[in-house]
C-alpha cells in the first residue's frame, strides 16, 4: 500500500481545470483571489528594508532568467525569484494562513509556483492548480506536524513550506508523480527554520523563512528534472520530516484524511491586522470596543488580555525593540490598536516604534491565560480583552475568530482594498489596476506573461 505522502501527490497531481470551474467549491475564485493578496504583501515587503536587501543579493549576484522579482523591472532565475519574493510576500505580517496548520501557504506556494510558470510558459490554468495543490500540502502537513514542534520552537512555515513549493512548482510544470516525490525528498532536507526572532531584537530572518522555502521547492523541482534523486518518502518515511522533527501530536493520517473532499485554498485566512495570527482576536476585540464606545487612549486605565497559554508564553515581549518583535508583542499590538487604526502597517514602521502613546497604552496591558481560550487552540486564536477607563467604566469584547479567518471571511472587495493599500506606495494607480485585470482574467490566458508584465516596475 502506498504511503499517505505517494497518496497526496497523486491525487493532486491528478487535479483537472475543470476543478476551476466548480461553482460549489469556488476554488477557481479561491486561488485567483489568494494570488492577488500575495502578490500585494509582496509588492508592500519589497519596498522594505529586509525586501531591498535581498533584491540587491539577487542582482549582485548576476542572476539572469524569466522570473519576475518584485521591485524590478529586470528578471532573474526562478528560483532566486522565489527566494524575494517569498521573503517579501511574508515581509509585514499580512500575508494568508491556514487556521489550525500554524502556517503561512501565500508567501510560499505562489512565489514557487509564480516563478515556475514564468520559467516554463505555463499557462495561468496550471498556476491556479500547482496553487491549490501547494495550499493543500502546506494544510496537511502543518496539521500533520502538530502543535508540539513549533511549541518547541520550530516555525512551521520554514517547516511544511519547502515541501509545498515543491508540489505547486511540480505542478506547474506538469512532472511525474515519481518525479515530485524525489523532489519532495530533496526539500526535505532544507526544512526548517527557529522561532528565536519572536523576543526583543527580532531581526529580519523571519521574513526569509518563506522565501527560503519557495527557493527550495523551486530548486527542488528543477534538480528532479534534470535526474538528481531523492528518497520517496522524505515526509513520512523512516527517519523522514514528521519523525525527526514531529512531535508526540504527530497525526501522520492527517496528510490523506477526506482527501478530495474539500480543499485548504477554501477555507484560508486573509489577515487583516499586520500582525502575528495569534495576536488578532486581540486587535479584532479592541477594534470593536472602539467602534461601540468613544473612548480614546487618554482614557485607558488597563487592558487585560485574557487568551492562550501559547499565545501568553510566545507573544508578551512588554518591549520590542524591532518591527519584527513588535509584531510578535501582545502588549505592543494592544497599544497600537488603541492608539492607531489596528489595520494600517504604519503602527508597525520606525516612526510607529518611537510613539509615545503606543508605549505607554502597552504598557499598561496585562496578559491572563484563560483555560476557556486555551483549549480551543490552535484551532482557534481565542482572546478576550477587558478595558477599564480611568473613570472605572469597563469593555469586554471576546473573539473567538478574527475577521478574515474562513468563519468571518474577507469578501473579494476587502482583499481588492488591500491590494491597491499594498501596492499604492510601490505602483502607480494604472499599473495597479492592469495588475488587479491581469490577476483576474490568468484563468484563461495561456501564459503568465501578461501577469509578469503587469509586475515588472
Known amino acids: 500500500m502506498k504511503n499517505h505522502s505517494a497518496q497526496l501527490v497523486e491525487h493532486l497531481a491528478g487535479l483537472k481545470p475543470a476543478l476551476l470551474d466548480d461553482a460549489d467549491s469556488a476554488l477557481g475564485s479561491n486561488a485567483t483571489m489568494a494570488l492577488l493578496d500575495t502578490i500585494g504583501c509582496g509588492l508592500y515587503g519589497a519596498n522594505q528594508q529586509w525586501g531591498r536587501i535581498l533584491r540587491e543579493q539577487i542582482l549582485g549576484e548576476g542572476s539572469r532568467g524569466k522570473a519576475t522579482l518584485f521591485g524590478e523591472s529586470i528578471t532573474v532565475a526562478p528560483s532566486r525569484a522565489a527566494l524575494a519574493n517569498g521573503t517579501a510576500s511574508h515581509g509585514f505580517e499580512l500575508d494568508d494562513i491556514i487556521q489550525g496548520a500554524l502556517v503561512h501557504p501565500g508567501a510560499v506556494v ?102 527560503r522555502a519557495a527557493e527550495t521547492g523551486v530548486l527542488a523541482c528543477e534538480l528532479a528534472q534534470r535526474g538528481f534523486t531523492g528518497p520517496m518518502a522524505g515526509v513520512d518515511g523512516h527517519f523522514g520530516l514528521l519523525e525527526v522533527i514531529g512531535g508526540p501530536d504527530t497525526d501522520v493520517a492527517a496528510l490523506t484524511r477526506d482527501l478530495g473532499r474539500e480543499y485548504a485554498i477554501a477555507k484560508v485566512w486573509v489577515k487583516a491586522y499586520p500582525c502575528c495570527g495569534l495576536i488578532h482576536s486581540v486587535s479584532h476585540a479592541i477594534e470593536s470596543i472602539r467602534k461601540m464606545s468613544s473612548l480614546t487612549p487618554a482614557d485607558v486605565k488597563s487592558i487585560v488580555v485574557h487568551t492562550s497559554r501559547r499565545a501568553v508564553e510566545h507573544n508578551g515581549d512588554p518591549n520590542p525593540q524591532e518591527t519584527m518583535a513588535a509584531q510578535y508583542s501582545i502588549p505592543y499590538c494592544a497599544g497600537a490598536a488603541v492608539v492607531q487604526n489596528p489595520r494600517d502597517p504604519a503602527s508597525f514602521d520606525a516612526q510607529g516604534l518611537r510613539d509615545p502613546e503606543i508605549r505607554r497604552v502597552a504598557a499598561l496591558t496585562q496578559l491572563r491565560i484563560d483555560e476557556k481560550m486555551d483549549v480551543l487552540y490552535p484551532a482557534h486564536f481565542a482572546a478576550r480583552v477587558q478595558i477599564v477607563l480611568k473613570n472605572e467604566k469597563q469593555f469586554e469584547q471576546t473573539v473567538i475568530d478574527p475577521h478574515g479567518t474562513a468563519s468571518d471571511a474577507c469578501d473579494a472587495a476587502e482583499i481588492e482594498a488591500k491590494f491597491r493599500l499594498l501596492a499604492k506606495p510601490v505602483q502607480t494607480t494604472q499599473r495597479i489596476d492592469q495588475v488587479i485585470s491581469a490577476v483576474r482574467d490568468v484563468r484563461g490566458a495561456a501564459s503568465v506573461a501578461g501577469l509578469s508584465a503587469t509586475l515588472h516596475a
Not at 127 to 149: D, Q, S, T, W
Not at 158 to 174: D, E, H, K, L, N
Open 110 to 211: 505562489i512565489p514557487a509556483a509564480l516563478a515556475m510558470a514564468e520559467h516554463s510558459g505555463a499557462s495561468g490554468e496550471r498556476l491556479l492548480l500547482g496553487i491549490i495543490a501547494g495550499y493543500e500540502v502546506m494544510a496537511r502537513l502543518g496539521l500533520a506536524l502538530g502543535a508540539e514542534h513549533n511549541t518547541r520552537g520550530y516555525h512551521t512555515t520554514g517547516v511544511a513550506g519547502p515541501i509545498a513549493a515543491t508540489v505547486a512548482a511540480g505542478i506547474v510544470v506538469g512532472q511525474s508523480v515519481d518525479t515530485i516525490l524525489s523532489a519532495i525528498g530533496i526539500a526535505c532536507s532544507s526544512a526548517g527554520g527557529i522561532k528565536a526572532f519572536t523576543q526583543g531584537t527580532g531581526g529580519m530572518v523571519k521574513r526569509m523563512h518563506a522565501g
